[in-house]
């Protein structure tokens, strides 16, 4: 009996080993991937043709927006201008972008909202809404594209941002580090492997489900 009991629980403890980075995987996705697919989708659907998903670019999108804090109006419009420069002399350094592979930059797009949209949604409530972005999305000399986005806080607001190059594909805008490039603290964008922070709302905290697994174990113990 006492034997079962203990199998029992290490089964449990397994189980609740195994089922954090389930839960996660669905939460802490990374919208800014997701918003390149989407744009991707919506230039493939028009016969246009796909765009690279640039994590350097993605990491500038990322730095930008960054800038813009506290400079979102009550409208939802961006109200920040950084300086050109910023992108060779602080964005692609903050990033570590290989510097000889510094591109042009061929378009961008930023917007902001007080509450987060889902993906499919910041993209056509926020990026993509009036006709001077739908004809950079069509844009047939591009080559890639980078999409970051950033909470500030955790009521927001949210900023999102979108980067198009016509430099040729996966040689310019590179990541130092095989590609690592620099770590980012806050927000997140495409084409990294590391989730988003505050970029959604929901999410267990992982202490507390390994607290409640904790409980389960003594309860098992107990029986
Ligand atoms: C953000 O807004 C403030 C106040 O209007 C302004 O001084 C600042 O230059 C803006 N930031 C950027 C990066 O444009
Ligand atoms: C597309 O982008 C290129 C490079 O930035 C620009 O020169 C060209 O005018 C754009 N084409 C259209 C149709 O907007
Ligand atoms: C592409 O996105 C724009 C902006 O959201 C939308 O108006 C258009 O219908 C989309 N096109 C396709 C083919 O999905
Ligand atoms: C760039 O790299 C991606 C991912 O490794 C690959 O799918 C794509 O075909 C490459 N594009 C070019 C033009 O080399």
Redesign the pocket.
């Known amino acids: 009996m006492m034997k079962n009991n203990l199998s029992c629980g290490l089964l449990y403890f397994l189980f609740c080993l195994l089922l954090p980075p389930l839960v996660f995987s669905h939460t802490h996705g990374n919208p800014a991937t997701e918003i390149v697919d989407i744009l991707n989708k ?1 230039r493939t ?2 016969k246009l043709h796909n765009l690279n998903d640039s994590p350097g670019l993605g990491c500038m999108a990322l730095q930008y927006v960054g800038l813009c804090k506290g400079n979102c109006t009550d409208n939802n419009v961006v109200n920040c201008k950084p300086p050109e420069d910023d992108f060779v002399e602080v964005f692609a350094p903050n990033c570590g972008i290989e510097l000889p592979t510094f591109g042009t930059i061929t378009g961008h797009i930023v917007g902001c909202q007080r509450k987060y949209l889902e993906p499919s949604l910041a ?2 409530q926020i990026l ?1 809404k009036d006709k001077k972005s ?1 004809s950079l ?1 069509r844009n047939k000399s591009h080559t890639e594209v980078g999409v970051g986005l950033v909470g500030l806080h955790k009521k927001g607001p949210f900023f999102w941002c979108v980067l198009f190059t016509d430099g040729k594909a996966n040689s310019t805008f590179v990541l130092e580090n095989r590609g690592a490039g620099i770590k980012q603290k806050k927000g997140c964008y495409s084409g990294s492997n590391t989730p988003c922070s505050r970029g959604q709302k929901h999410g267990v905290s992982s202490s507390n489900f390994f607290f409640m697994c904790y409980v389960f174990i003594l309860l098992f113990k107990l029986l």
Do not use: A, G, P, V
Request: a negative charge.
């Open positions: 919506n659907d028009q993209f056509s993509i739908l999305l």
